[in-house]
């Protein structure tokens, strides 16, 4: 398990010093609910406004993708126990409009943040650009709680490892009372 999360911090370190900077203006989001997200491409990361403080996992997932459809209860989970510095953020991407999307995300009991490919239509070719992304899903980018990208990681990533994550880049603070739980 050590070896794996090495592993997968090694990649998302290259791969982050690899990505190309791009100046964009502001991109907007809007979720299944209709508020509406706004983020700023910074020269480390992604400034989700309205979300500072918070570990944000960005999901870029498919409503037909095997692994995707797996980590969902593992996200469901997460969002509930880390609530108060977690924002997981998912990106439908095979298609899906937003009443299906809001559908699909009721029947699965999903507690996080879902965004419908077309109410975040800037923001994946962004992502694409930035972070030199084939586009293969699940795909993710975990922005610390200083807006700084961290990890970025193609495929599934299993439920301890994202939690590890979590509680690695949690202020100290929240690290102490996390371990007296």
């Given at each position: 398990m050590k070896?794996?999360?090495?592993?997968?911090?090694?990649?998302?370190?290259?791969?982050?010093?690899?990505?190309?900077?791009?100046?964009?203006?502001?991109?907007?989001?809007?979720?299944?609910?209709g508020?509406t997200?706004?983020?700023?491409?910074?020269?480390?990361?992604?400034?989700?406004?309205?979300?500072?403080?918070?570990?944000?996992f960005?999901?870029f997932?498919g409503?037909?993708?095997?692994?995707?459809?797996?980590?969902?209860?593992?996200?469901?989970?997460?969002?509930?126990k880390y609530?108060?510095?977690?924002a997981?953020?998912?990106i439908?991407?095979?298609?899906?409009?937003?009443?299906?999307?809001?559908?699909?995300?009721?029947?699965?009991?999903?507690?996080y943040?879902?965004?419908?490919?077309?109410?975040?239509s800037v923001?994946v070719?962004y992502i694409?650009k930035?972070?030199?992304?084939?586009?293969l899903?699940?795909?993710?980018?975990?922005?610390?709680?200083?807006a700084?990208?961290?990890?970025?990681?193609?495929g599934?990533?299993?439920?301890?490892i994202?939690?590890?994550?979590?509680?690695?880049?949690?202020?100290?603070k929240e690290?102490?009372k996390?371990?007296k739980?």
């Open positions: 070896k794996l999360f090495m592993m997968i911090l090694l990649f998302s370190l290259t791969s982050l010093m690899q990505a190309k900077e791009t100046k964009i203006p502001e991109l907007k989001m809007t979720d299944i609910n508020k997200y706004r983020v700023q491409g910074i020269k480390d990361g992604l400034l989700f406004k309205g979300l500072e403080g918070k570990i944000v960005l999901e997932f409503h037909n993708c095997p692994p995707c459809l797996a980590s969902i209860p593992h996200l469901i989970k997460l969002q509930k609530k108060d510095r977690l997981i953020v998912a439908e991407v095979q298609g899906l409009h937003n009443t299906q999307l809001a559908n699909f995300a009721k029947k699965r009991g999903i507690n943040t879902v965004i419908a490919g077309e109410k975040s923001m070719p694409r930035r972070a030199d992304w084939a586009g899903i699940p795909y993710y980018l975990i922005v610390d709680t200083e700084k990208v961290r990890y970025m990681q193609e599934m990533i299993p439920e301890k994202l939690e590890k994550i979590i509680l690695d880049l949690s202020p100290k690290q102490k996390a371990v739980k």
